[in-house]
């Protein structure tokens, strides 16, 4: 009996002991790999890496961002300015590879052509801020479609073209300065475009397209005295909508459901108010009470001029006294733009270092906790 009650005494030490050396184990591990690599992650969280671009030969700017990052993951990197250089379709593609851009400033650049090509940077993760190359002419079919987290865009007053669909589903775009010289705007291009405050239609602007602004948030809109026809849809389910003015002399041709779930008021000159009764439907209604001219109110940025401030421009700033202290004049606009990147994130939660770390962490400790009961198992 004595006997019996040893070996279990003995048993019970032998689990004791096992079971502290796989918790032993186990701590080692975790604070190993916490030693290695949380201090890497957090130092690249904390510096939110950027590059800096003086110049590249066009069609390989996928090398010079590779040179300027040497070395730094892609994934830490959330801020691009290109300062020169002109970009081809195969530059704009260089750009995809950086998934978790938040800003891209390309006011210093040029467009092979003037064009922006046709899915340029379409559905992207991240990217809140953009300036366009300075001489822009046209915005390709689908060029910024489905980025859902962009706020701003800073175009220059040589474009003339906004393609079909150029800047579909862009939920947050609250701004888009649309210059006088636009003379067309694609079908569907700011469709779903839920945060667009407003909206000026350049006076040289003779047809919307179908679905341009449908599901958009804005609650006015200035249709130029030059429209001659809107097509289907053009503002349907803009539900926010409740003023139109209309500068028209006489009321563009209507296509179908133009305010489908719109109930608004349209402004238009008194003696053009019997040619808008045409436009009456559902919940519209009509005032003769428009005055003054047409005007396009959009802001356009100055030839040349850098709109956002991004801190990769800064750090490349700060390489000369000089450039450092015109930094300091310029803390607003660099305000502007950390403020617009603080909105399109999501707050709270776990970052993705954190949960990396977390994830490597838990597979280590049960492949060890594995080997550890088997060869457990073979000594018995």
Partial sequence: MANKKQNNTNTYAK??????????????????????????????????????????ETGKLSEALSKAADGTDYNFIKNVAVLSGTLSAED??????????????????????????????????????ITLPKNTKKIGKNAFSCNRKL????????????????????????????????TYIGEGAFRDCKALEKFVIPGGITEIYPDTFSKCGFSEIYIGPNVTKIGAGVFADCNALKDVYAYGETAPTLGNDVFRNVSAAIHCYADSEESYESWLQQNMTLAGDLTGEYTVTAVVPAENEQVYETKAAEAEEKETEAETSEAETSEETKSTAAEAVQAQQTSGGVSVGTAVVIAVMAAVIGVLATVVIMLTRKKK
């Fill in 15 to 56: 689990k004791k002991s096992m079971g502290m050396r796989i918790f032993i184990i186990f701590m080692a591990a975790a604070m190993l790999l916490g030693i290695m690599i949380l201090p890497i992650l957090a130092h690249a969280e904390e510096n939110d890496e950027n590059l800096v671009v003086s110049s590249f």
């Fill in 92 to 129: 704009y593609t260089a750009l995809t590879a950086i998934p978790n851009l938040e800003i891209l400033e390309l006011a210093g650049t040029e467009t092979e052509d003037g064009v922006i090509p046709e899915n340029a940077l379409t559905s992207r993760n991240q990217l809140a801020l």
């Fill in 151 to 182: 706020v701003k865009v800073k175009m220059p007053s040589t474009v003339t073209e906004i393609g079909d669909f150029a800047f579909d589903a862009c939920e947050l775009l609250t701004e888009i300065p649309v210059s006088e010289g636009v």
